[in-house]
């Protein structure tokens, strides 16, 4: 879908980027896919539902978003989309990484064999938005949920990077010459599709009207730190959850963490083949984050120096690469040599390595937050039966000799109450 190219320099009208023979745009696998058409009556409700039943088992639990995994989703969201342009070997090891960012956007295999229109598969994309605002509002109205505030957040951050490039992709409009020496504003995904045309007007209108909603979302934790106002309550008690883990003076870095997701997919998705402002911008963003220092627990700010350091060196043996098929290339013309050989596919093999290592230090992560939870909660429940059976010997140790003590228990031995009745001598 994003190799174009113009025929002839006489050519007339927009470019050709729809599938054919029968098979169907996948904007997530980004190529033409041939399936059953039972596939989207059956699939599609189901995935629904498996969204749906997320979100509320999401809010339901009431836990902190945990800081630890700001950079690690950071890089596992980006890297697909960064790494679009690789060399074509690369391509037979990407999408993995590629399934688990979309997997963990709630944006699975809604576009699969739907349309063979890359409008209709863009469009399938607000799925997921469309879901978290629908469960967000209905959760906000249960009155048994204490803090339903803290799975908003943790929403918010899981679908923001999947709903920013949905909206910048479907606004991606290159200009192209046509004939006369004028230029026309083309569709980048579909290049039978001119830019606010037909059924374009409507999709590139809510494409403006969510990626407004994303800048009002990243903004908020920094507005209210600076006003700081409360209200609406629930407004304000949706930002208070986002300060969450970081220091006092830098509690407002929720937006910052928005902000760089922001940036670099409008400087990815319109320049799709120059990685170099996409590497300025999360250098820049890195390098802030290692000088404040927002976060409240050191082991956070190592996480981001580790994947940065990966980064740096996947890019690193990137341009390497490009350096040396220019000289196999030229190698190649003279006719001493052959370009193709075990160096792209032993290369990919080395690409591969950094490219998953944010995914395996996300699951490293995870279990090391999962075994402190188990920790705390164990220690927290035997320092309540350690609190409550010296509560008991130290009543006990209150009675005299000659008293009797009843005690009376309510079945599960962890409660009991004492009973003294004392002895008078008539």
Same mark, same amino acid.
């Given at each position: 879908?994003?190799?174009?190219?113009?025929?002839?320099?006489?050519?007339?009208?927009?470019?050709?980027?729809?599938?054919?023979?029968?098979?169907?745009v996948?904007?997530?696998?980004?190529?033409?896919?041939?399936?059953?058409?039972?596939?989207p009556?059956?699939?599609?409700?189901?995935?629904?539902?498996?969204?749906?039943?997320?979100?509320?088992?999401?809010?339901?639990?009431?836990?902190?978003?945990?800081?630890?995994?700001?950079?690690?989703?950071?890089?596992?969201q980006?890297?697909?989309?960064?790494?679009?342009?690789?060399?074509?070997?690369?391509?037979?090891?990407?999408?993995?990484?590629?399934?688990?960012?979309?997997?963990?956007?709630?944006?699975?295999?809604?576009?699969?064999?739907?349309?063979?229109?890359?409008?209709?598969?863009?469009?399938?994309?607000?799925?997921?938005?469309?879901?978290?605002?629908?469960?967000?509002?209905?959760?906000?109205?249960?009155?048994?949920?204490?803090?339903?505030?803290?799975?908003?957040?943790?929403?918010?951050?899981?679908?923001?990077?999947?709903?920013?490039?949905?909206?910048?992709?479907?606004?991606?409009?290159?200009?192209?010459?046509?004939?006369?020496?004028?230029?026309?504003?083309?569709w980048?995904?579909?290049?039978?599709?001119r830019?606010?045309?037909?059924?374009?007007?409507? =999709?590139?209108?809510a494409?403006?009207?969510?990626?407004?909603?994303?800048? %009002? &979302?990243? !903004?908020?934790? /920094? $507005?209210?730190? @600076?006003?700081?106002?409360?209200?609406?309550?629930?407004?304000?008690?949706c930002v208070?959850?986002?300060?969450?883990?970081?220091?006092?003076?830098?509690?407002?870095?929720?937006?910052?963490?928005?902000?760089?997701?922001?940036?670099?997919?409008?400087?990815?998705?319109?320049f799709?083949?120059?990685?170099?402002p996409?590497?300025?911008?999360?250098?820049?963003?890195?390098?802030l984050?290692?000088?404040?220092?927002?976060?409240k627990?050191?082991?956070?700010?190592?996480?981001?120096?580790?994947?940065?350091?990966?980064?740096?060196?996947?890019?690193?043996?990137?341009?390497t690469?490009?350096?040396?098929?220019?000289?196999?290339?030229?190698?190649?013309?003279?006719?001493?040599?052959?370009?193709?050989g075990?160096?792209?596919?032993? =290369?990919?093999?080395?690409?591969?390595?950094?490219?998953?290592?944010?995914? %395996? &230090?996300? !699951?490293?992560? /995870? $279990?090391?937050? @999962?075994?402190?939870?188990?920790?705390?909660?164990?220690?927290?429940?035997?320092?309540?039966?350690?609190?409550?059976?010296?509560?008991?010997?130290?009543?006990?140790?209150?009675?005299?000799?000659?008293?009797?003590?009843?005690?009376?228990?309510?079945?599960?031995?962890?409660?009991?109450?004492?009973?003294?009745?004392?002895?008078?001598?008539?």
């Amino acid at each position: 879908l994003r190799k174009y190219v113009l025929k002839f320099s006489h050519s007339k009208g927009p470019l050709c980027g729809d599938c054919t023979n029968g098979s169907s745009v996948s904007v997530l696998l980004s190529r033409c896919e041939k399936c059953s058409p039972v596939w989207p009556a059956t699939v599609i409700p189901l995935l629904v539902v498996l969204d749906l039943a997320a979100y509320v088992v999401i809010i339901f639990l009431e836990k902190p978003f945990p800081a630890w995994l700001y950079s690690s989703l950071f890089y596992i969201q980006l890297l697909p989309y960064l790494t679009e342009h690789f060399p074509l070997s690369f391509n037979q090891v990407r999408p993995y990484l590629y399934y688990v960012s979309s997997g963990l956007s709630f944006y699975f295999v809604y576009d699969f064999c739907v349309s063979s229109s890359a409008l209709v598969s863009h469009l399938l994309r607000y799925i997921p938005l469309l879901l978290a605002l629908v469960v967000g509002v209905v959760m906000l109205q249960i009155k048994a949920l204490r803090n339903p505030y803290n799975g908003l957040w943790w929403i918010t951050i899981l679908i923001y990077t999947h709903t920013v490039h949905t909206c910048v992709s479907i606004l991606n409009c290159p200009s192209l010459p046509v004939e006369g020496g004028e230029v026309e504003w083309v569709w980048f995904p579909s290049g039978g599709e001119r830019c606010f045309h037909g059924w374009h007007v409507p =999709l590139g209108i809510a494409a403006i009207l969510v990626l407004c909603l994303c800048v %009002f &979302v990243m !903004l908020l934790p /920094l $507005l209210y730190h @600076v006003f700081k106002v409360q209200k609406p309550h629930w407004l304000w008690r949706c930002v208070e959850v986002t300060w969450q883990g970081f220091k006092e003076e830098w509690r407002w870095w929720g937006s910052v963490e928005l902000c760089r997701r922001l940036v670099l997919l409008l400087c990815i998705v319109p320049f799709p083949r120059n990685e170099y402002p996409a590497i300025f911008i999360i250098s820049v963003f890195s390098t802030l984050t290692l000088f404040i220092q927002p976060y409240k627990k050191p082991a956070h700010i190592l996480v981001e120096v580790i994947l940065l350091v990966d980064m740096s060196i996947l890019v690193f043996i990137r341009m390497t690469h490009n350096i040396q098929e220019t000289f196999q290339a030229v190698y190649f013309t003279t006719g001493s040599g052959d370009c193709h050989g075990n160096t792209i596919s032993s =290369l990919a093999t080395l690409l591969a390595v950094f490219y998953y290592f944010p995914l %395996f &230090v996300l !699951l490293a992560s /995870l $279990l090391v937050w @999962v075994g402190m939870l188990a920790r705390a909660a164990k220690k927290q429940s035997r320092g309540s039966t350690g609190y409550k059976l010296k509560q008991h010997s130290t009543s006990f140790n209150m009675a005299d000799e000659n008293d009797s003590v009843l005690v009376m228990s309510n079945g599960d031995g962890l409660c009991a109450s004492v009973v003294y009745v004392k002895h008078v001598e008539i």
